[in-house]
């Protein structure tokens, strides 16, 4: 596989590589030394999620409070989702910069982001399934969000897409108003975290 970094700091593409023949493909679609060797630090699993989602379901920005924060290895092994990722650390020289990736079953690909990062994905197709691993558990009282809506960020979702909101997600304040109630991680406890990893 293939990995690449995002525009956001400390997030990351992966090209996967699909092995096929007339039974059908196997694809290697995590691999702990690969994603090692580019952010310094093995991923700690300590849960792992599988969402499904009709067309037009949007979910997040979602991130959890650091430390520990939650990061998070992403991949669809059905349909089609936009997989975005937000910088909310507070003090980042990209703070309030995304960038996103088009993860589908047809073209193998995962998105690494790491903890005090903000994550997001609309749903492409009916049924369209999202696994992913996550280096620390649900833990709903250091888990926020802000609006995947804030018009400050401008995130790239499609405009032929009907959007599907939780409650929560529907509600959640902008990455400003975030900011002002002291909800978001900030750069110096995520570097703290990492080189805590590190070591």
Not at 53 to 71: E, K, N, Y
Not at 155 to 180: H, I, Q
Request: charged content about 20%.
């Amino acid at each position: 596989m293939d990995i690449a970094p995002l525009a956001v700091p400390d997030s990351y593409v992966l090209d996967l590589v699909p092995h096929g023949d007339e039974r059908g493909r196997f694809t290697e679609w995590y691999r702990a030394d690969v994603l090692a060797g580019a952010t310094g630090w093995a991923l700690p699993l300590a849960q792992a999620n599988h969402s499904v989602s009709a067309r037009g379901v949007l979910r997040g920005v979602h991130f959890a409070l650091v430390p520990p924060g939650q990061a998070k290895y992403v991949y669809c092994p059905a349909g089609r989702v936009l997989d975005v990722v937000v910088d909310v650390r507070v003090g980042s020289p990209t703070f309030g910069v995304s960038d996103s990736v088009l993860l589908e079953a047809g073209r193998p690909r995962a998105v690494f982001l790491a903890e005090g990062l903000g994550h997001a994905f609309v749903s492409l197709e009916d049924r369209s399934s999202v696994t992913y691993l996550v280096s620390s558990g649900y833990s709903p009282g250091r888990e926020f969000g802000v609006s995947p809506l804030d018009p400050d960020l401008d995130l790239p979702w499609p405009a032929d897409v009907e959007f599907v909101l939780s409650d929560k997600d529907r509600g959640a304040p902008t990455l400003a108003e975030a900011r002002e109630q002291g909800l978001l991680p900030t750069m110096a406890e995520c570097a703290a975290r990492y080189a805590e990893l590190r070591g």
